[in-house]
Structures are given as C-alpha cells and as structure tokens.
C-alpha cells in the first residue's frame, strides 16, 4: 500500500521549520522609484559553506501531475537553496523533517502563484516540480568551488515505498 | 523636441557592456534529477562591496505603457543587481553608457518571456518597468549593512530633457 500525503497550502508558519517562504505579502517594507515600486526587501537566509559562494541559476523542469509519485528526497548539506517561480502558476513543495539522519514523513505544500521558498541547509526535500509548462525557476544557491566532488553537498535518500502527493480531501 | 529611443530585442551581445541576461537559452550546463531539470548555471556575477552582502528581495511595481517617458536613471556603485521576472511577460530594460559620471544616450531593450538581467555595479539603468500586471521580480542584489547612509549606494541622474522609449520603426 501507498502512503498518501495530502496537498496543504503554502504558509511561512507552515514552512517555518524548512526555511523561508519568499513573496509579497503584506505592505512592502519600502516603496521606491517615486511610489512606483514596492521592496520586500532580504527575505531569504543565503548560506554557502566550505569555500562555496552564492551565485543565480535557471532551472527548466519538467510538469508534473497529480497524484504525484514520490520516491526519492535530497538535501544540501553546505548551502541554502532559493526557488522563485518565473510564471504564475502553482507549483509544488515536498520536505521532511529530519529524524536522525533520515528523512521522517514527507509534507508537501502548493505554493501559490507568486510564491517563492529558500530551503535552509540540510533541508530534505524533493526535486523542483512545477505543475505547468514551462518549468522556469530562477535558484539562488550554492555555486561549489571549482574540483569539489557533487557529493560534497548532495545527499540522496530513496524510500523503500513511495509516497502519494494527492489532493487534499 | 523629445528624443525617441527605439526598443531593440534584449540580447546576451548587446547587453554586454551592461551586465548579463539570465536566460534558459540553449541546452542546459547540466541534466539533473533523472533527466527531468535542465540546470543553467551560475549565470551572474554578484557583487557586494563595501561591507554589504548578497540578499533576495521581491519588487512589485507598476506596469508602465509605450511610449515610455523615461526623466531619469540610477546606479548602484558597490554591487550588482539581478531582476529575473516571476510572470511570462516581456518587460523594459533601459541603460545608459558611463560618459565620464554622466550617463550617455540611454538604449532599450525588450526583453521576452523568461528573459532576466544582472546589471553590473555602477551600470547607470532605469528603474523597474514592467508591461503587465502584476509587475512581480525577484531581485538578488547587495543588501547594505545596518546603519549606512542610503546615498552611499544609489546615484541618481535627471534628465535635463526627458527621453521617448517607442516601439521601433
């Protein structure tokens, strides 16, 4: 039999124990460019360890579907890593807690449209999955020193079922 | 007389000297998560100088229409700033060439669908300008250490003529 995790919704409160929830909610902490434009300013807690530094990337993922089969989770040991949608179209969020070592049971959010999350280090959770096409996502994350071995800061995890990502209800 | 300056499409070449385009063009550095991302990666040069770091922020601002009437641009002296849009649209990417502290003859570019910028520190620009609502950016750029003076990152320079942004043609 497979577990079922339902779909909850997307909150900072929710997320809190996973990272950071990036979006414009609320009034902006400044308004610039004469009233044009509001700032949500430094929402994100960046970390790169072991000689890494911060840099930007482009993720092109593939549209999932629901239920979603998930079977595998990974973490970053040495770095944060920051998600934002460049569409406005929900997308899904899988962490788990960490339970010595291993990952305890899956959580998955959708995230609204407009709604970004930056995973604090040594976070589990499962690979970028859009919902629709294109699966365009600007990431904020570790850029590894020039020679490190990938496995410095990727940690994989496969369960022995796969879980169900389902609609809630 | 109002000077007209016609919009180009944004491009890797011609926005050179300015910085660079973040954009998922070509096939991708690397192939992850079995085959189901592509990773375009480490595509812009952050810069935080003078005590500051490299932080995410959300701007919303208010989409603008053409022609465009462009009164002023700014810079940023110790860092660089990356918008990379969260919606499908084109947007306005205006900058000027350094003329001895003065910015030159502004140039316009397009940008399309998923295309976002990095300007480089001291990069005279325009502010913000979408061309649809919601006009919503994730922005990765220097965030200034507590208690510096706001001047000690922002120039700014006003027109003594205000510029035409126009279609081409």
Redesign the interface.
Known sequence: MTARIPLTPLTAAAFAPFGEV???SGP?DRV???G?????????T?VAEGGG??????????PRALPYTLDMVERHPLGSQ?F?????HPWLVIVTPDEGGIPGRPQAFRAAP?Q?I?FAPGTWHG??TPLAA???F???DR?APDGEDPAANLEEHWFEAPWQVVEPG
């Open positions: 990036l979006e414009a902006p610039i460019n004469q044009n434009c509001g700032r949500f300013h430094d929402l994100a960046l530094r911060i840099g930007v990337n482009l993720f092109d993922a593939l920051a934002l949608p460049m569409h406005p407009g970004g930056n690979v970028l294109p699966g365009l600007a990431v904020v850029i």
